[in-house]
Each structure stands twice: as structure tokens, then as C-alpha cells.
């Protein structure tokens, strides 16, 4: 028999992979059979599976199926009596083919079922987490999310869809937004967090977050389980407001005060300040309480809280400790007097009547301080003094008084400067205050050009004042506000009586404080010229440095409205300050005014005269005028003319004057020109 085409054994080898990846059982069989009959020519063939028991043939030509190790079966062809080499070699490589691809076919039946068994796995245990009501999200290493359980999709209202592919930060609600690779490398962390839901609610969450790894356990992202703890959160706030706040008044009580004057205390301690705990008692409350009823007395305390804390700054203290008692906590302070201070605005926020069920109610208090760290160094200890130190106020201080020190040595301090207060309130209104002039010389000429108005305060008792005494008082009151406006008055009305009595135009220097320096004070020496008749040249403001330090624009603004209005502004105490040059030559001013304390050491320090000389040589360069305070010898004199000092004032020529005797020596030096 003549040997097939090659084309013939490749369609047969063609047809036995078809045969093997589309056919099962009996009709696999038929066709292999089929096929290895044409190949050999033989009148009949079959496949035996290797699972079948049947006989092998008594005769014909047979072929085993191996690929590697693995059996499959074997053909068996028969009805000739002879096959050649050829037809042999054909059914040998047919069976080593139906081998290689039954080998490839059952591997690629187990990786089928694996891949669907492992599909149900993961079906199933996504089953299981849309179960649960916990939210369980997965991220990579970069925040984009992974994976999202129908607990989320609860949750937070996005749908699976929504959130895989996104970054967590979408979630956040203004909190950190950066991943901490410690929790990546170290485990699992538990953490309390704000979140954000898609209709725009903000959450209390607990969050878990725990590895997630691959294979060789290398970290690939984080496993996150959030449950809403909102309700827990809301009630372990009502928990601690009941236990540290008051109920009545909603300010801290005794137990939170100690913890925050603890806290403060240390701060104090590091900043070197003083702290200063306040112990109010209400006087006459527990008369109202039993007239009027407990719902009168407690709207009461409502209300007094409510005066006290706006009466203090934020960063104070305020605590009711019980009954009709109160408590302030004073720490950003530098010196102890100025708790004294807080305890008169306190008091005075009491003078008010309160309204109470149609009633007028009147209530005063008795109140003790203890300072830090004088009395005490925690806040127990100085809760107790300051309460002893209120028994004291109690019982009466001097005149009446209702506040106390617990140390007698700030109490007697305390008590003369409430004294100097109250009398200068007093001396504004019962002409107590009149003004002294101190000359001021042309150095060139040695005239007086001017003079600078210094308020003098005469008490009926203890006579004349000195101004170190009640200005630094008026200053920290207030009252130098008050002060600065009768001075500018009486300035203004002596001025006019000197015009009237035809002397010609000199400067009268009046200073103006800080709490002077505002939007209204343009305004103010307008009307204050106008209503005296008076010319801009009459008067000249003395400004200090350190009033010009703060908001500089503003500050240049109401310069610039001064000097529009013809005054000339002086820049005082120059070199004592802050001041930076570029600042200075944006400022309108017409004079810089060497301090006295650089004038005092001249010419003996060399210090004071090299600053005293660039003082000068500064003032030239921006074209201003330059007048020293506080000249007192010749030496002086003679440097500061070398050095080109427009104009000094102090005792080597006159000390301030009474207004009469700085008219005479006006009058005797003026000479008409």
C-alpha cells in the first residue's frame, strides 16, 4: 500500500485536537478510533481509555499513549497482516501528540476548576462581609481604595462603584490626610476619627486599620474597619460635661479649675509669669435666695456667670465652685496688681442691678487673691489662701474695701494704689490737675521756641504728686485716656489765653498715649483748635515709640490726618523703642527727640554719645529737627551743639513751670523780629 501524503497525516493530527478538546467519553473514543484507522489504513481501530478493563487485541498493531509519566490510554488498529515502517512511525507520533494534548487539555481542566472554586471562596466571603454590619474597605499603599462592603455602602451612602478607585482622602473631615507608614510596618492601630458621609454629615468613627500583605507577607495596603460611634462619643461628652462643668451655670467646676490651674501653672512656670487665682463670694445672695425662691436665686448665678466671663479675657479662668461662690484663674499677667485690677472690673460688673422675675436685684462681692508663686505653686493650695484672703476681705478692709491679698504686703500695695485711683478720678473732676510748662531752647539762638505741656497733680492732703506715681496708674486703668483729653483742653485754653494777650504762636508739646492713639484723635484736636480759636502752630503731639509699633499702616494713616491739619508730630523717647528705619521714614513726623537716657551719660560715655551723634546724623539725613530732653550741665550742651542739635530742654535751663511763670520768662526772652 503506498504511503499517505504528509497533508493527509496533518489533517488526521489537526482533526485528533479538535477531537480531544471538544469530545467526552464514547464519541472522544469513536473519533480517535476513526482517526488512527486512516492514519495506518487499517479496516478497523480504536481508543482505549486507560480507565477501560477491556482485552487488549490478539493481533493487529498497538500504540500506548504517554506524555511524560502520565498514562492516557493506547490505539489499537488491526485487519492487515502487515504495517511498514511508515504507517508505525504515524501511529507513534499519533499517539505522542493525543498525549501532549490531553496533557495540555487536563491541566487547563484543573486550572478551570480551581479558578471557579476559588471564585465561590471569594464569592462566599463577600457574601460574608456584605453581611456583617461593620464597614471593611481596602486601600493600597496610596490611599486608593480597594475593595467596599455593603457596611460601607450603609455607612457612608456610596456605593461600591463610587468609591473603588478613589482616594480615602474624599472621606476626610479637615483632618490629617497623610498615611503613617508605621502602621504599615508595625500592625494594627485603633484611633478615634471624624468622618464624612455623602449627604455631608460629619461622624464620630473608631477606626482600625491592620496590614494587608501578599504572599511573601510584604505589606501591599491596609485593611480598614470603621464602625459609627457617634451616639458613644455624644454620651461620653454629657458624661464629662456632668462631671467637670457646673449644671446651673455651665463653667467649669471646682474639680476642672484645679486640673486647668495645674496646666497653667506649668506654663507659668516656663514663661517666668505670675499666676493670681480670684475667690469671689456673693454678698446678700442667700437673703435673695430665701426671699425670692431657689429658681430666682439660680437665674441669678446665671446671670452673674454670664457678666463675669464677658468681663474677662478668653484665655482667663472662670469656675463656679458652689452656692455663691465663684472662681477666676488669671495666668498671662506680669505683675500681681493687675489682679487687683480684674477684681475692680468684676465688682464693677455687679453694680448693674439684675432684673430677676420683675424684681430689681442688687448684689456685691467679697473677693481674695493669692498670687503664684508667692502663696502657693499648685492650684489647691492657692484656691485655699485665696479663700482665706476673701474671709479677710469679708470681715471688712479699709474704706470698705472688698478685695484682699492673702499676703499683707500686696495688700497694702493693693490699698494705695486703689487709693491713688480713686482720688484721681477725683482730681479730673475737682480741678486737682493743672499743667507745668517746660521751656524749649534754640540752641543756635538760645530763645524759647516752645514748651512741653506736663500734667501736675495737687492734691488737698498730700500735696503735689509726682507724676511717676498716678501716670503709670492711669495707664494700666485706662484713665489716661480721660487724662490726655483734660490735658489737650487745658493746653488749648492756656494757648488761647496767650494769643489773647498777644503773644505770638509757640509750640505747646502735649504727649499722647498709646490708648490715646486712635481713629477719633484727628477729629478730636481738630475741634478742640477750632473751639479755642486756635492755629495749628500753637500745638505739637509728642508720640512715643512704642505707641507707633502696632498695625503700622493704620498708625501712618492717623498721622497723616494730623499733620494735614497743620499739627506737627514729634517722635518721643527716640532709641528707647522698636523702631525700624524703614518704618521712621514713612512716618510724618517733624522732630526726633533724643531720650533722657542717653543724654545723661554724655559726654563721659561713649556709648551714649555715639548713639546720641547717630541719633542726630539720622534726624539730618531725613530732614527732620532734633531736640534733647533732660540737659542738665554745660558739657552736654556743648557735645550735642558740635554734634547739630536743633533744640534742648531741661534743667541746665528751666524747670517746668507754672503757666504764670512760663508766661514771664517768655515774655522777658522774646524779642519781636
Excluded at 158 to 171: I, K, M, P, S
Excluded at 253 to 265: F, G, H, I
Excluded at 456 to 471: D, K, N, S, V, Y
Excluded at 576 to 589: E, Q, V
Aim: hydrophobic content about 40%.
Amino acid at each position: 500500500m503506498q504511503n499517505r501524503p504528509a497533508s493527509d497525516f496533518l489533517n488526521s493530527s489537526a482533526a485528533l485536537c479538535d477531537a480531544v478538546l471538544r469530545l467526552r467519553g464514547p464519541a472522544l473514543s469513536e473519533e480517535l478510533g476513526r482517526i488512527a484507522r486512516e492514519v495506518t489504513h487499517s479496516l478497523w481501530g480504536r481508543f482505549v481509555p486507560r480507565h477501560d478493563a477491556s482485552p487488549r487485541a490478539a493481533s493487529g498493531l498497538q500504540q500506548e499513549i504517554f506524555f511524560e509519566d502520565v498514562y492516557f490510554g493506547r490505539f489499537e488498529v488491526g485487519g492487515r497482516e502487515n504495517y511498514s515502517d511508515t504507517e508505525r512511525q504515524h501511529l507513534a507520533s499519533l499517539a505522542s501528540l493525543a498525549g501532549s494534548v490531553m496533557q495540555v487539555h487536563m491541566v487547563a481542566q484543573r486550572t478551570t476548576h480551581a479558578y471557579v472554586q476559588v471564585e465561590a471562596q471569594l464569592q462566599h466571603q463577600s457574601q460574608i462581609l456584605d453581611q456583617i454590619h461593620e464597614s471593611v474597605m481596602t486601600m493600597d499603599l496610596n490611599g486608593i481604595i480597594t475593595s467596599w462592603n455593603k457596611g460601607a455602602e450603609r455607612l457612608f451612602g456610596y456605593t461600591a462603584v463610587e468609591a473603588v478607585g478613589r482616594n480615602v482622602l474624599f472621606l476626610y473631615d479637615d483632618e490629617d490626610t497623610s498615611f503613617s507608614d508605621n502602621i504599615l510596618e508595625q500592625g494594627a492601630r485603633l484611633m478615634e476619627v471624624r468622618r464624612k458621609k455623602k449627604n455631608g454629615e460629619v461622624f464620630w468613627a473608631s477606626l482600625s486599620l491592620s496590614p494587608l500583605c501578599d504572599r511573601e507577607d510584604r505589606s501591599i495596603g491596609l485593611i480598614a474597619y470603621i464602625t459609627d460611634i457617634t451616639e458613644r462619643k455624644a454620651a461620653e461628652e454629657r458624661i464629662h460635661h456632668l462631671a467637670y462643668y457646673d449644671a446651673l451655670t455651665s463653667l467649669p467646676n471646682r474639680s476642672l479649675l484645679t486640673k486647668l490651674v495645674d496646666q497653667a501653672l506649668s506654663v507659668a512656670q516656663r514663661s517666668r509669669m505670675l499666676g493670681c487665682i480670684l475667690f469671689v463670694d456673693l454678698n446678700r445672695f442667700k437673703l435673695i435666695n430665701d426671699t425670692l425662691g431657689r429658681a430666682a436665686g439660680d437665674e441669678l448665678l446665671r446671670e452673674v456667670a454670664r457678666r463675669f466671663r464677658l468681663a474677662l479675657r478668653e484665655q482667663d479662668i472662670v469656675a463656679r465652685l458652689g452656692g455663691d461662690e465663684f472662681a477666676v484663674g488669671l495666668f498671662d499677667i506680669s505683675q500681681h496688681y493687675e489682679a487687683s485690677m480684674v477684681a475692680q472690673k468684676l465688682l464693677a460688673v455687679l453694680n448693674e442691678p439684675f432684673l430677676i422675675d420683675g424684681n430689681d436685684l442688687r448684689v456685691d462681692a467679697s473677693i481674695g487673691i493669692s498670687v503664684y508663686p508667692q502663696d502657693g505653686a499648685d492650684g489647691e493650695t492657692l484656691l485655699r489662701l485665696a479663700d482665706i484672703a476673701m474671709y479677710r476681705a469679708k470681715v471688712g478692709g479699709p474704706d470698705g474695701e472688698h478685695v484682699a491679698f492673702y499676703s499683707q504686703d500686696m495688700n497694702q500695695g493693693m490699698q494705695e494704689r486703689m487709693r491713688i485711683e480713686s482720688g484721681l478720678r477725683q482730681a479730673l473732676g475737682n480741678g486737682q490737675l493743672q499743667l507745668h510748662y517746660q521751656p524749649k531752647f534754640s540752641i543756635e539762638d538760645g530763645q524759647i521756641i516752645g514748651a512741653e505741656a506736663l500734667v501736675r497733680w495737687r492734691h488737698p492732703e498730700r500735696g503735689l504728686i509726682p507724676p511717676a506715681e498716678f501716670i503709670p496708674l492711669a495707664e494700666s486703668t485706662g484713665l489716661v485716656v480721660q487724662v490726655g483729653e483734660w490735658v489737650l483742653e487745658a493746653a488749648c485754653a492756656q494757648a488761647q489765653a496767650w494769643k489773647m494777650a498777644g503773644l505770638p504762636p509757640i509750640r505747646l508739646a502735649v504727649n499722647v498715649s498709646a490708648r490715646e492713639f486712635t481713629s477719633t484723635l484727628p477729629t478730636r484736636v481738630k475741634d478742640t483748635l477750632r473751639r479755642y480759636g486756635l492755629e495749628p502752630s500753637w500745638l505739637e503731639l509728642e508720640i512715643t515709640e512704642s505707641t507707633l509699633m502696632t498695625n503700622i499702616d493704620r498708625v501712618i494713616g492717623i498721622m497723616d490726618r494730623i499733620t494735614a491739619l497743620g499739627v506737627t508730630l514729634s517722635l518721643d523717647d527716640f532709641g528707647t523703642g522698636y523702631s525700624s528705619l524703614s518704618y521712621l521714614k514713612r512716618f510724618p513726623i517733624d522732630t526726633l527727640k533724643i531720650d533722657r537716657s542717653f543724654t545723661t551719660g554724655i559726654p563721659a560715655d561713649a556709648n551714649d554719645c555715639a548713639i546720641a551723634s547717630t541719633i542726630i546724623s539720622i534726624a539730618q539725613q531725613l530732614k527732620h529737627k532734633v531736640i534733647a530732653e533732660g540737659v542738665e550741665t554745660v558739657e552736654q550742651l556743648a557735645f550735642l551743639r558740635r554734634s547739630g542739635c536743633d533744640e534742648v530742654q531741661g534743667y541746665l535751663f528751666s524747670q517746668p513751670l507754672p503757666a504764670a511763670e512760663f508766661e514771664r520768662a517768655l515774655k522777658e526772652n522774646w524779642t519781636p523780629a
